[in-house]
């Protein structure tokens, strides 16, 4: 009894503290416990590559946006913890709403996301009246909820060539894979002016410098970059795409120029090879994304022991949001991505 009114008590001080400042015995075996909550909760963790090592170790799946969306579609997990975005748990939820979908840090949000609010948004399609909108999966529900389809950085090509040439589209919300697509597809979709942080900062300049320096090293780059990095890149693709190639092409040493966390992937599937990340343009770690960063170990084992932060969101909304993500999900299954 006194016991249960402890736990209580502890919990009601937790929840004015706010459960994140809660100080961990040092000595738990943090991977440990989370296998054991995961087995009492029936959860799963999707990570995606952007997470820190030891989030990406303790993960179920590891994966890219596409693939971590198809992941929270078919689980049948009561609890989805997703160490990643909020964009991306916000996925998971639009898709389970019966579910519980955590995010360890609720304040890892997204540059790109950011850029595009809803009501500007929806003023800019008002202004294209005619146009279908596909979105780029890394916008907020209420943005997916004006679109008619979404992609990922690795179905983008064949989501907008789903749609016949002379359809006029706007693609949301980054413009620089709107305009790789536009290049490789001959379309000219009208593009919202919006950026990744991590993406933008590559120096085209220092990236030239070390391909000097390195000779047989090959530039693989995210097509979230600017064009002119893309321009100098020997294979565009996806996080999944890349790390793909790096295990199947022959070169030795690559030039990786996307968020460094995917390098970890990289080094154990290929330790023998060389991964060298591309050199922000000035001298911040600035290739490291500080929402995706936000997510830690303690963190998610916190939110695990606790089960919050929750996504929750507006069933309406959901409904909403869901369509074109339904779309997007059909249009990959029959493409067999
Ligand atoms: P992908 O997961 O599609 O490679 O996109 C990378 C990204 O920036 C996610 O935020
Ligand atoms: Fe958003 Fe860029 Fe971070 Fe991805 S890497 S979550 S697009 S800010």
Redesign the pocket.
């Known amino acids: 009894m006194i016991e249960e009114s402890a736990l209580r008590v502890a919990e009601k001080e937790l929840e004015n503290k706010g459960f994140l400042d809660v100080e961990l015995d040092p000595s738990l075996d943090l991977f440990a416990e989370i296998e054991k909550l995961k087995k009492q909760k029936n959860a799963v963790i999707l990570a995606?590559y952007?997470q820190e090592p030891d989030i990406q170790d303790v993960a179920d799946y590891i994966g890219d946006s596409l693939g971590l969306a198809q992941q929270a579609q078919k689980t049948d997990a009561d609890i989805i913890v997703f160490a990643?975005?909020h964009?991306?748990a916000e996925t998971a939820k639009i898709l389970n709403p019966q579910k519980k979908v955590l995010l360890p840090d609720l304040k890892?949000?997204?540059?790109?996301?950011d850029s595009c609010p809803p009501p500007l948004f929806k003023k800019f399609k008002e202004k294209h009246p005619g146009h279908v909108v596909i979105s780029y999966i890394?916008c907020s529900a209420g943005i997916k909820a004006l679109s008619d389809v979404i992609c990922t950085s690795s179905n983008a090509k064949i989501i907008v060539e789903s749609f016949p040439e002379e359809q006029p589209i706007i693609f949301a919300p980054?413009k620089n894979l709107g305009a790789y697509i536009n290049k490789i597809t001959g379309r000219n979709m009208v593009l919202w002016d919006g950026a990744?942080?991590?993406?933008e900062i590559f120096s085209l300049e220092k990236i030239i410098k070390l391909k000097v320096r390195h000779p047989r090293a090959k530039l693989i780059a995210h097509p979230?970059c600017e064009e002119a990095v893309l321009k100098h890149a020997d294979f565009i693709g996806s996080t999944t795409g890349l790390l793909k190639f790096t295990q199947t092409d022959d070169a030795m040493e690559y030039i990786v120029a996307?968020?460094t966390g995917i390098i970890h992937q990289m080094m154990k599937a290929s330790p023998h090879k060389t991964f060298i990340p591309a050199p922000p343009d000035n001298s911040c770690a600035c290739n490291n994304?500080?929402?995706?960063k936000l997510n830690t170990l303690e963190k998610l084992y916190l939110c695990m022991q606790y089960e919050k932060p929750e996504i929750l969101i507006d069933e309406e909304l959901r409904l909403a949001a869901k369509k074109p993500i339904d779309r997007m999900l059909e249009i990959s299954a029959k493409a067999g991505l």
């Open positions: 995606h952007y990643g975005v964009f991306m890892a949000g997204c540059s790109l996301s890394n980054d990744c942080m991590v993406h979230e996307t968020e994304c500080p929402h995706m």
